[in-house]
């Protein structure tokens, strides 16, 4: 079983909450959200693997089970090309739990008209292998977000 954690402090809340239809619909995978505290801050690692996609905005990481685990920061958030983001680490790294991946603020990308409400995916998942998924209440980055069997 993985635990994934959460990549961000902040809120959490359900996927049907995130305002896009393909997060919110369960599109690209199951999962959960975070509703981010907004000021600057460091989006870690959900899991320990390798980081397989990299972007300002988002990134993979999938972990030695083969789970590959999105965290996409903000929705949109591809339209700011880069902009207030700053990558730490390089696709093909290993990473650890809780290692610092990207620093963002959160806050800059509500003032550019983006939310940034910040998706974490189980990819090529089905919601029944999830287990213990945080839908509500306060997170830290590192916290728990869910189990996936």
């Known amino acids: ?17 995130v305002p896009d239809p393909v997060f919110s619909g369960a599109m690209v995978g199951p999962g959960t959200a975070v509703d981010p505290v907004r000021e600057p801050s460091e ?6 693997g390798v980081v397989v996609s990299l ?4 990134f993979v990481v999938v972990d030695a089970e ?35 991946v990207i620093r963002w603020n959160p806050a800059a990308v509500e003032a550019a008209g983006k939310s940034p409400i910040s998706p974490v995916i189980a990819l090529e998942a089905t919601a029944d292998v999830l287990g213990d998924v945080r839908e509500d209440g306060d997170v ?3 916290d728990q977000l ?4």
């Open 1 to 17: 079983m993985t635990t994934v954690s959460s990549p961000i402090a902040g809120r959490a809340i359900g996927l049907a909450a």
């Open 146 to 149: 869910f189990s996936w069997r």
């Open 140 to 142: 830290k980055a590192g």
């Open 43 to 48: 989006a870690v690692a959900p899991v320990d």
């Open 55 to 58: 972007h300002p905005h988002a």
């Open 66 to 100: 083969g789970h590959g685990v999105l965290t996409h920061l903000g929705i949109d958030t591809v339209q700011l090309n880069g902009e207030g983001f700053e990558l730490l680490v390089n696709k093909g790294d290993t990473v650890r739990r809780g290692q610092t």
